[in-house]
Structures are given as structure tokens and as C-alpha cells.
T-cell receptor
Framework: EAGVTQFPSHSVIEKGQTVTLRCDPI?????LYWYRRVMGKEIKFLLH????????ESGMPNNRFLAERTGGTYSTLKVQPAELEDSGVYFC????????????????FGSGTQLSVL | GEDVEQSLFLSVREGDSSVINCTYT??????LYWYKQEPGAGLQLLTY?????DMKQDQRLTVLLNKKDKHLSLRIADTQTGDSAIYFC??????????????FGTGTRLQVFP
């Protein structure tokens, strides 16, 4: 079974440009999450999709960030226009709908996209 | 607000035990986790502990939770070079099965030398 895949693995862009990150969750996983780690700091929650709906977008930094998940499959995270402080590693994670009341031990992370804004 | 803190670096000799510490501020945390990130890889769940537990052991890993002090630790026995990675502490107070929104620490980079 394929894991969570993210594309690209690295992106280097100039300030003011637009970048789109993609995440393909594990097939059948309704929950999809975006997290971000700015250099040397903690990993921060950005938002949570349940299928195609945004369940929680409280972590989105500002309106330069737009996340979509049309059709409830893969998701994109667009940054437009990119700023220097957007540099970091963007992680995507997915999980199956939880009905057992257990922990998130079934949360799977992708290897991340390293974004560098120059 | 919620905050999770970790020391940034730890260096240990191969074969020794490693202890990675974490403190958190949210007293309503229900689950606490340890994730491992190897170079170029995603986050891998190592172990977790419920807030009503004090200790959990899983092979070479021992998790200790002091709820009073809001302190979590991960002990790795017989540390190997393959244990070199970044270790993240994380917590959630969301009801299980509702969301996987995690509050992470800054990560501790563990370096194991021969």
C-alpha cells in the first residue's frame, strides 16, 4: 500500500512568486492534515480536511495560503505571493475515519516538502 | 496558549541510554506522543501514552509521564546509530476519534556516536 506522498520534495522560489504543494493521502483516508515546520521551530497545525470539506483551518497563517481538496482525494496548498517567512517544511498527513475511539496511531505522515523562499 | 517545549540537541554514545525530555502547558492534554523523523523521511509514530498513565514500555522505549509537573520523557535503552534522528513530542486534548490535530514541540536532534 502506498503511503502519503508529497510533491515536490523541494521547492526554491523567489519572494513574490507562487508555489503549489501537493499531497496524495493514502487511498480511502478521509482525513487529511497539513502541518508546517519553520526552521528550528515546532511543527504547527495548518488545517484539517474531512473529505473535501475544511473541518478546521484555524492554523492557516494568513490569506496568502489557500488549501483545496476537490473531490476529496488529493490536496493542494498554494502560497501566493510567497514571503521569506513561509520557508519551512510542509507536512501532509492522513488518517482513516476513526470510529473506535482510539488514538491517532493510524495517522500517517508524508516526507514533507522543503520550501525555500529567497 | 498551548505550548510544548523540548531541548534542541542530545548527543550520546552508542550503547548508552538516551533520555529526551518534553514539557507541556495544557493540563487538559489527553494523549501524548513521541514521533521520530529520520533524514528525508516523514514523521513516524514511535509510541504514545494516555494521560491517566504514568509509564509505558515498548521494547527499548520507555515513556514516563509526570502529570503534576507536565513533564514527559522518552528513554531509549541501548541507543544505536540508527536511532539518530529528530524526536518530536506532541500532545492533543481533542476527544479521540474527532481530530488528529496535534501540538508539537520543537524537536530534539539525537546524535549517536560510536
Amino acid at each position: 500500500e502506498a503511503g502519503v506522498t508529497q510533491f515536490p520534495s523541494h521547492s526554491v522560489i523567489e519572494k513574490g512568486q507562487t508555489v503549489t504543494l501537493r499531497c496524495d493521502p493514502i487511498s480511502g483516508h478521509d482525513n487529511l492534515y497539513w502541518y508546517r515546520r519553520v526552521m528550528g521551530k515546532e511543527i504547527k497545525f495548518l488545517l484539517h480536511f474531512v473529505k473535501e470539506s475544511k473541518q478546521d483551518e484555524s492554523g492557516m497563517p494568513n490569506n496568502r495560503f489557500l488549501a483545496e481538496r476537490t473531490g476529496g482525494t488529493y490536496s493542494t496548498l498554494k502560497v501566493q505571493p510567497a514571503e521569506l517567512e513561509d520557508s519551512g517544511v510542509y507536512f501532509c498527513a492522513s488518517s482513516h475515519p476513526q470510529g473506535t475511539g482510539e488514538t491517532n496511531e493510524k495517522l500517517f505522515f508524508g516526507s514533507g516538502t522543503q520550501l525555500s523562499v529567497l | 496558549g498551548e505550548d510544548v517545549e523540548q531541548s534542541l540537541f542530545l548527543s550520546v554514545r552508542e550503547g548508552d541510554s538516551s533520555v529526551i525530555n518534553c514539557t507541556y502547558t495544557d493540563s487538559s492534554s489527553t494523549y501524548l506522543y513521541w514521533y521520530k523523523q529520520e533524514p528525508g523521511a516523514g514523521l513516524q509514530l514511535l509510541t504514545y501514552i494516555f494521560s491517566n498513565m504514568d509509564m509505558k514500555q515498548d521494547q527499548r522505549l520507555t515513556v514516563l509521564l509526570n502529570k503534576k509537573d507536565k513533564h514527559l520523557s522518552l528513554r531509549i535503552a541501548d541507543t544505536q546509530t540508527g536511532d539518530s534522528a529528530i524526536y518530536f513530542c506532541a500532545e492533543t486534548h481533542s476527544p479521540p476519534g474527532i481530530t488528529d490535530k496535534l501540538i508539537f514541540g520543537t524537536g530534539t536532534r539525537l546524535q549517536v556516536f560510536p
